[in-house]
């Protein structure tokens, strides 16, 4: 007779199974794309459903609408001797350990109240625990994004929230800004509740030190967005908010050390952690 242990225990393996055939899938048809498109890059940065793309579809393990058949993995086989695994995460210089506490996970139905000074100049602060990194945020251009993460970060909705996803090849992106992102389950669905329109996309491009928010199509904008450490070419769909004046170093670094996952598209190796994110007028 299986025991509940066994029984949990052969369900974890199937999870972790069925996530790893997911990802290996993913990369296989990333690398076909990535040949045959290699003269043009179409990016797709989604915040709704949590994937990068980048000449095809990278998607979180929670996307059940892969199709491609994966080299090493065969879809029904499992060894019951072998324990589920996860990778190992190294230490990265210069990242200490997250300050203790949990995402208060705040939600709203409706987008907050318009309060900025378009005319003012604003300054996000991110105190990681990689370092901090400072943004001029664009109110002029972007009032109704600046007006949003105002509110949000004053209501301490980023404090604790990791930076789920970075991607090191094609586009060079660290996104962050979801707060059901874990260092071990992949995030990218999660968001304030409330959703508001685009704005300042009209020849928006995005280089180095661009903050921009990510999203799941037209005017879906929540609480994701991306930092670009190098240029990036994108199509302009993403609300381009701000500029990094300082710790782009910071993002570099991050971005030297690549995924947990060893991929190109995965979670920083570093556990990037929102300490605290304030904005502030001058």
């Known amino acids: ?157 980023f404090d604790h929230t990791k930076c789920h996803r970075l991607t090191t090849d094609g586009i060079f992106v660290l996104q962050c800004g979801d707060p059901t992102a874990s260092a071990t389950v992949p995030g990218g669905t999660g968001g304030p509740g409330f959703k508001f329109k685009d704005e300042n996309l009209t020849g928006a491009t995005y280089p180095a030190g661009t903050v921009a928010m990510a999203n799941s199509g037209p005017d879906t904008n929540g609480s994701q967005f991306f930092l670009v450490y190098k240029d990036t070419k994108l199509p302009p769909s993403y609300i381009p908010f701000g500029k990094v004046t300082g710790g782009l170093d910071v993002l570099n670094k991050i971005a030297a050390a690549g995924t947990l996952e060893g991929a190109t598209d995965g979670h920083p190796m570093a556990d990037v952690t929102f300490n605290s994110v304030t904005v502030s007028k001058g």
Request: proline share 6%.
């Open 1 to 157: 007779m299986v025991s509940s242990e066994q029984r949990r225990r052969q369900l974890a393996r199937e999870k972790y199974e069925r996530q790893m055939e997911r990802r290996v899938a993913q990369e296989a048809a990333r690398r076909r794309r990535t040949a045959i498109l290699s003269a043009s890059l179409a990016v797709v940065v989604l915040a709704g459903g949590g994937a990068l793309v980048a000449g095809g579809a990278f998607s979180s393990d929670d996307d059940k609408s892969t199709t491609a058949a994966s080299d090493t993995a065969k879809p029904g086989q499992t060894n019951p001797a072998a324990e589920p695994t996860t990778p190992t995460r190294k230490p990265v210089d210069g990242c200490a350990a997250p300050a203790e506490g949990k995402p208060n996970g705040k939600q709203w139905k409706d987008e907050p109240a318009m309060t900025v000074d378009s005319s003012a100049a604003y300054t996000m602060t991110m105190d990681t625990n990689c370092g901090k990194v400072t943004v001029a945020l664009d109110a002029a251009k972007a009032p109704h994004t600046v007006n949003s993460f105002n509110f949000l970060a004053g209501e301490q909705f």
